[in-house]
């Protein structure tokens, strides 16, 4: 075997013996590197007579060729290796909690009207909104609410020291109710809607707070019926309170907005010594509600002849009291992570029908 032959078993040798990326790169320096020993023997050219060079200089070159190609070859190789080995080794499980320990949780308020949209929506209604600073006209007037209603007093509601565009008087709405005006003068009926949003009343003890959370409902339709509110609510009720043997009863009362009013009882049952919604031992009062005063729909430029629907309304915060068994209204808005930690919810308990609303 010639001296060139026998270079080339050896460094075709070397090269298929790198085990890993650095050796290889160790060998290619070593070979072709500028004092590499293929390196050294292209310089031998130089010092050659023209026939000799002619002689031996393709061989050599040859030999370059050949260790060139072997070194991509292996490089090749070992990186297909490592691609292998990383694929095998870095497996992921895609079943497995997005995060084994969550920290921070989701407020019972947000989870219930989470609930309650879910709830709704299955029955066709979908969720409405309008804004926490309200006007006389949508809070109170086209609600049917007489000049001089109790309701309109400085000490129970919050008035802006500013007028509004047109002069009347800007207020924090008192309540949801005034999204009934808002759909009914922006939308084209049929309308099955919810509001959830806050609202704001000059109010503070333990069952009161300056700012809650109420759900306003409203169906504004042909033909519709106290029959329909209540079969409304009994279905709703049932899907959020996961009962089948919840009772209602309708109690008369008195709203502007709706004629005839009614107030909702629930009942409840005791259970170990504790009040739990359902059978009908004794009552809680849970919703107002009614069917919507004509005033109203024509306050809202529709004719009350030809439409007619029902509306309810109740606190949020007092729904999710009920159900989760909170019993100070206030802890709900003094941020205590102690608090959250206990009442709060899971990022990823998201209410549904199929799963149970109630997380
Ligand atoms: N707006 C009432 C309140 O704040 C609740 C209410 C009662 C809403 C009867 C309604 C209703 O839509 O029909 O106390």
Redesign the pocket.
């Known amino acids: 075997m010639s001296n060139l032959d026998q270079m080339r078993e050896e460094w075709l040798g070397r090269v298929a013996g790198a085990e890993d990326a650095a050796a290889l790169e160790a060998v290619r320096v070593a070979a072709l590197g500028k004092q590499g020993a293929v390196t050294a023997l292209l310089k031998t050219l130089g010092g050659m007579s023209p026939d000799e060079r002619q002689e031996t200089g393709p061989r050599i070159h040859a030999l370059r060729e050949t260790v060139t190609g072997a070194l991509a070859e292996r490089k090749e190789a070992l990186e297909a290796a490592e691609l292998d080995a990383r694929l095998a080794r870095e497996t992921a499980d895609v079943t497995l909690p997005v995060a084994p320990a969550p920290r921070g949780s989701v407020h019972p308020v947000s989870q219930v009207m989470d609930e309650l949209a879910e709830i709704f929506a299955d029955l066709g209604f979908s969720v409405a909104s309008g804004p926490e600073i309200e006007d006389d006209w949508h809070n109170f007037t086209a609600l049917n609410f007489p000049p001089d209603h109790p309701a309109r007093a400085m000490h129970d509601t919050f008035y802006l020291s500013e007028k509004g565009a047109e002069g009347g008087d800007r207020l924090l709405r ?4 005034p999204v ?1 005006i808002r759909a009914m003068t922006g939308r084209e009926p049929p309308l099955y809607i919810i509001a959830p949003g806050r ?1 704001y009343r000059s109010d503070s003890d333990a069952t009161h707070t300056p700012m809650f959370h ?1 759900i ?3 169906v504004i339709e042909k033909g519709i019926t106290l029959a329909h509110l209540k079969w409304t609510l009994e279905t709703f009720l049932k899907a959020f309170f996961e009962r089948d043997d919840i009772v209602l009863r309708l109690r008369p009362s008195f ?1 502007p ?2 004629e005839p ?1 009614v107030e909702v009882d629930v009942g409840y049952s005791i259970e170990k010594g504790k009040r739990v919604i359902g059978g009908s031992d004794g009552w809680m009062e849970v ?4 069917m ?1 005063h004509p005033n109203v729909i024509r306050a809202c430029g529709l004719d009350p002849d030809e439409w007619q629907g ?5 606190g949020v915060d007092r729904l999710a009291m009920l159900k989760y068994g909170m019993d100070d209204l206030r802890a709900f808005f003094d941020g205590d992570g102690r608090w959250l930690g206990h009442y709060g919810f899971g990022a990823l308990d998201v209410p549904t029908l199929s799963g149970g609303v109630g997380a």
């Open positions: 008192t309540h949801t109710s009934q609202v109420q306003e409902g409203l709203f907005f709706t009013s919703l107002g509600s009614g919507v029902f509306a309810f309304g109740t």
